[in-house]
């Protein structure tokens, strides 16, 4: 199935929200345009993103746009505000990310969040992501809490050709990620992805822990790790939230997962999270097969959210 089909099935849930509500948006009645306000709350924009897509999309609607290209341009405003694009656009830089490798600042990625969002099956496929365009993977199994964590990870390795850093259960996994940045670097392997715990026993501190790891990586590789990446899994809605700000502060997060959005009518929690925590969304998942999860592309995701085609000119 091509990228975009996929995605748009993915995210048919939260789809069928909003199209379901608003289908007779073209007269624009007042009435309408309050349905399609709580339609958004619904999908967990958050209110008062709510509001300023539906006054952006009503100001876009009178100037004579198409209801279903104004919504597309409110909610694109939100998702990936216009400035950014152009700026992007003109130093070169190239949207299409479905196409293209996403980016990662530096070699190692430490990958953190909540028990069950989907930590270890993300890297996983992140393991098969790039692995597919080229890049040399390592993984650490830096969840040694979890009895099956390891053993979880290391199957995805074996099956992928991904050398798979591990411990023994219950062992320290500040020790694990050691073991693996100093592993990396010597061996000069492209990327690492670090799994880490989503919980722990109860007489430790998950955040302490955390911010142990992220240090013993920094003491194997001075400049590592670049990126930390937090896996938020969309049915969880705006509690994703106040995880990423708990996440945030602790070990500085540079880049977010999104998770499960197949599973749920919430797609719209990705707004808040550009908008409120400035971080940017770096893949997306839209169910549990490795080709499941996707760059992020904002323009792609409003397009599939609103049942248009892949591209305008289509
Ligand atoms: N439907 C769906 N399931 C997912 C997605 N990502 C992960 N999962 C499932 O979520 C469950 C928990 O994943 P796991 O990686 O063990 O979570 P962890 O505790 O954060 O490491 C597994 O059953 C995964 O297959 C997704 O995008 N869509
Ligand atoms: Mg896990």
């Known amino acids: 199935m091509a990228w975009f089909d996929r995605l748009r099935q993915g995210l048919g849930k939260t789809r069928d929200l909003l199209t379901t509500d608003v289908r007779d948006l073209g007269r624009a009645w007042e009435m309408e345009w309050d349905d399609l306000e709580f339609a958004l709350i619904g999908a967990d924009t958050g209110a008062k993103i709510a509001a300023e897509i539906v006054a952006e999309a009503k100001r876009e609607r009178e100037r004579g746009t198409s209801f279903r290209e104004s919504l597309e341009k409110a909610l694109l405003d939100q998702l990936e505000p216009n400035r950014m694009r152009q700026k992007l656009r003109r130093v070169g830089f190239n949207l299409d990310v479905s196409r293209n490798l996403v980016e990662v600042k530096g070699k190692v990625v430490m990958v953190v969040g909540v028990n069950g969002v989907g930590k270890t099956t993300t890297i996983a496929k992140l393991g098969q992501y790039y692995t597919e365009r080229g890049q040399r993977v390592m ?176």
């Open 139 to 314: 993984f650490a199994a830096g969840d040694t809490f979890r009895a099956a964590a390891t053993a979880q990870l290391e199957v995805w390795g074996g099956r992928l050709g991904i050398p798979t850093v591990s411990g023994p259960d219950g062992s320290d996994p500040g020790a694990v990620a050691f073991d693996a940045a100093h592993a990396r670097r010597a061996r000069g392997l492209d990327l690492l992805f670090v799994d880490t715990a989503g919980r722990l026993h109860t007489k430790h501190n998950l955040m302490e822990e955390l911010k142990k790891v992220k240090r013993v990586i920094t003491k194997a590789d001075p400049d590592e790790p670049r990126e930390v990446w937090l896996v938020l899994d969309a049915v969880t809605g705006q509690n994703g939230l106040a995880q990423a700000k708990k996440f945030h502060e602790a070990v500085g997060v540079t880049g977010v997962v999104v998770t499960k959005l197949d599973g749920t009518a919430k797609g719209g929690i990705l707004l808040p999270i550009v908008r409120e925590l400035e971080l940017p969304i770096k893949f997306i998942g839209v169910g549990e097969k490795a080709e499941d999860l996707q760059p992020y592309d904002a323009a792609a995701y409003v397009r599939a959210l609103l049942d248009m085609p892949e591209t305008a000119a289509a």
